[in-house]
């Protein structure tokens, strides 16, 4: 019985998308045979159906012919059909559909073969012709699009228009864009314009770069650049201003020739003509202001009645609400610096923030109770603090015991007792709470460096990381990092549970979930990949690279493990190296590697005991690897028989074999090469004495021919004289 083999070219739709569809599809395949040669420059007969699930709703059979290179054409829709089927009739619209082909390759009706595949794209012009398409777009909504032939717009350099009621309503062109009724219709020579909205920038004539959402947004902008609105009237009066920007319901509404102002919120910066450098953010924020500049308002009825202050910052409801002329002030909170008109250089942020302070200058506190018992010396000094926070920065009750400066608190109590650390960082939640004379720490996340009093130089990154510590010069990120440390010293954890356990061991790095997680007292470990040594305690200089490299080992001193789950033979032996796991099928090197081997690294030197009789006994193999996808044949040897022969030719304390803690064998292969060199010598040693004992035959040989010939003279002369 003879096989072919079928390889679907091509299904093409030979006409336009929009012109008369044809009832029929091209279709290509390539004919073998059995042998897989080619079928050419023979007639096939060939039945093909067109599918709906199961369902046939297309049969035709047609007797085409191969090319010299075995590839049969032909156009499906053209064959012989059974009566009650046309190509025609077919309802695109109503897929998924299928095409089967059966195949007799001696051009007959037996088909042999039969094949069916997934039309996965509907030819749109067959689509279109069944399921209602036509050559516009219907307004009630179009299907089988192409996107890369169908669109909505223009096919020359002329800009697309939109009308209402005949009146302009949108333009995309080139340079400028415009969608609302009468949106931007005073354009002369404006460029990269872009106006959304009823009324929007339709004054606008030579302005650009402008942008406008909104209705009667920039209404009278003329020649102002760059600058943005975004809502109902804003920026309404801007004729020449730039660079400002206007986010809410009449913001910045009054603002004429102001620039690089910026106000998000309804009526926010209302009121500004001429001020610069504004920014405002939040409901009737800086309403009032008419020409101050460089102010920033978050929040409403922020900075409300300032109109001439200059660079002042309000954060919160009400923040600096009756602030006039007051310049350089920072309110951050509800109604903070409510009060201050004329004030200058503040700066409060939350209730009783900095509520001890007297001269204390440079001093940022924001939060409930921040910096609450911040030193009240009467003679100016420079703190340089940061609280961010409830009671962040506290310090101790006795307000002059708390001298330490250049600290940064950013979290609920955090560094709560500090007293004279200086240069300490905390981020979270009751981070470097007991600290008091610490110096240099940076501790974020909840509880982070918690119990650090004295220790310096640390940092701390995540929940209660480096918790217990005392030490110094450790570095931890990740959820209870280094947690249990404490005076373990330059320490590195980096991930979930990393050296978690590690209480007085120094100079580990670790990095990933659960790294060194048990380590205790161990010292100068290296595991990189989460679970990576997971389970050493108290061993030293062991180097782990991979996920849960190295896992195995506890005890064990100055091993290497480097890939996915490597795991070296003994988990408290100690100077070993393993690379890659069991899965590996794989390993190679640019290079030969190179094996120690002077002299000075070696005792007891003697020669091999295991040379021909050795070799002559093993039993090599070949095999493949059972993790081997592809069955890749090597050869080799069974560890077990090697390990019997060994052992059988005396060699019972040998390298070459060597078994795990989970029983498994590994040969060292490189071992064999004595014994394999030292029979080689032996088998010479052999060879040379049978040359020996074959040039003694063969001169012997050469004796014996020589006598025979004079055997056969003689004898010849004989026969000569006998006939005479």
């Not at 509907?122 to 516009?136: D, K, Q």
């Not at 202001?289 to 954060?315: E, H, K, Q, R």
């Not at 070799?615 to 028989?641: C, H, M, W």
Request: hydrophobic letters at 30%.
């Amino acid at each position: 019985m003879r096989k072919i083999y079928t390889i679907l070219a091509a299904i093409l739709l030979t006409s336009s998308v929009f012109a008369q569809a044809p009832q029929k599809m091209s279709y290509q395949a390539v004919i073998r045979n059995a042998g897989n040669s080619l079928v050419t420059n023979h007639s096939v007969g060939m039945k093909i159906s067109i599918l709906q699930g199961t369902t046939p709703v297309y049969i035709e059979t047609q007797t085409p012919s191969t090319n010299s290179n075995g590839l049969v054409s032909l156009e499906i829709g053209t064959g012989i059909s059974p009566s009650g089927f046309t190509f025609s009739g077919i309802n695109w619209a109503n897929g998924p559909y299928f095409i089967k082909t059966e195949t007799d390759p001696s051009g007959g009706t037996n088909y042999t073969i039969a094949g069916t595949s997934e039309l996965l794209s509907v030819p749109f012009a067959l689509f279109a012709a069944n399921s209602g398409g036509n050559n516009g777009w219907s307004i009630t909504g179009n299907t089988g699009t192409n996107s890369t032939t169908n669109f909505i717009g223009t096919t020359d350099d002329n800009d697309l228009v939109f009308k209402r009621n005949g009146a302009l309503a949108g333009k995309i062109g080139i340079l400028n864009l415009s969608f609302g009724w009468n949106a931007f219709i005073s354009n002369t020579s404006g460029a990269f314009n872009t106006a959304i909205g009823n009324n929007s920038l339709l004054s606008n004539t030579i302005g650009t770069r402008n942008t406008a959402s909104g209705s009667h947004s920039l209404y009278n902008n003329l020649s102002g650049d760059d600058n943005t609105a975004n809502g109902v009237e804003t920026l309404f009066s801007n004729t020449t201003g730039s660079y400002n920007t206007a986010n809410g319901s009449s913001s910045l509404f009054s603002n004429t020739t102001g620039s690089e102002n910026a106000a998000n919120g309804f009526r926010s910066l209302y009121s500004n003509t001429t001020g610069n450098f504004n920014t405002a953010n939040g409901f009737l924020s800086l309403f009032s202001n008419t020409t101050g500049f460089m102010n920033t308002a978050n929040g409403p009825y922020v900075l409300y009645s300032n109109t001439t202050g200059f660079a002042n910052t309000a954060t919160g409801q009400q923040a600096l609400y009756s602030n006039t002329t007051g310049e350089r002030n920072t309110g951050y909170g509800i109604s903070a610096l409510i009060g201050n008109t004329t004030g200058k250089d503040n700066t409060a942020n939350g209730n009783q923030a900095l509520f001890s302070n007297v001269a204390g200058s440079n001093a940022t506190a924001i939060g409930t109770n921040a910096m609450y018992y911040s030193n009240n010396s009467s003679t100016e000094f420079t703190s340089q603090n940061v609280a961010v926070g409830f009671e962040a920065l506290r310090g101790s009750a006795d307000a002059s015991a708390n001298t330490g400066n250049s600290n940064t608190a950013l979290g609920y109590q955090t560094l709560l007792n500090n007293r004279t650390g200086n240069d300490n960082t905390a981020n979270g939640v009751q981070a470097l709470f007991s600290n008091t004379t610490g110096n240099s720490n940076s501790a974020n996340g909840r509880g982070a460096l918690f119990y650090n009093t004295t220790g310096e130089r640390n940092t701390a990154c995540g929940y209660q990381a480096l918790y217990s510590n005392n030490g110094s010069a450790n570095t931890a990120t990740g959820e209870k990092a280094l947690t249990a440390n404490t005076t373990g010293n330059l320490n590195t954890a980096n991930g979930r549970l990393a050296l978690s356990y590690n209480s007085t061991g120094g100079a580990n790095t670790a990095t990933g979930d659960e790294a060194l997680a048990l380590n205790t007292t161990g010292e100068g470990n290296t595991a990189n990949g989460a679970i990576a040594l997971l389970l050493n305690s108290t061993g030293n200089y062991n180097t782990a690279l991979g996920f849960t490299a190295g896992s195995n080992i506890t005890t064990g001193s100055n091993n290497i493990a480097i890939g996915n789950n490597s795991q070296v033979p003994y988990a408290v032996g100690n100077n070993q190296i393993r690379i890659g796991n069991t899965d590996i099928t794989y390993a190679g090197i640019q290079v030969a590697w190179t094996i120690t081997s002077d002299k000075r690294w070696k005792s007891d030197i003697k020669e091999s005991n295991l040379g021909l009789a050795f070799i002559s006994k093993l039993n090599p193999v070949s095999y493949y690897r059972n993790n081997d996808k592809n069955k890749k044949t090597e050869y080799g040897f069974i560890a077990q028989e090697l390990e019997e022969t060994l052992n059988n030719s005396g060699a019972t304390n040998s390298g070459i074999i060597s078994k795990d803690d989970a029983g498994m064998y590994s040969v060292r292969y490189n071992d064999l090469m004595a014994p394999m060199v030292k029979a080689i010598q032996e088998q010479q040693t052999i060879i040379e004495a049978e040359k020996v004992k074959i040039n003694s035959f063969e001169t012997k040989i050469s004796s014996l021919e020589a006598k025979n010939q004079l055997l056969e003279d003689r004898l010849r002369a004989i026969e000569e004289k006998i006939k005479l």
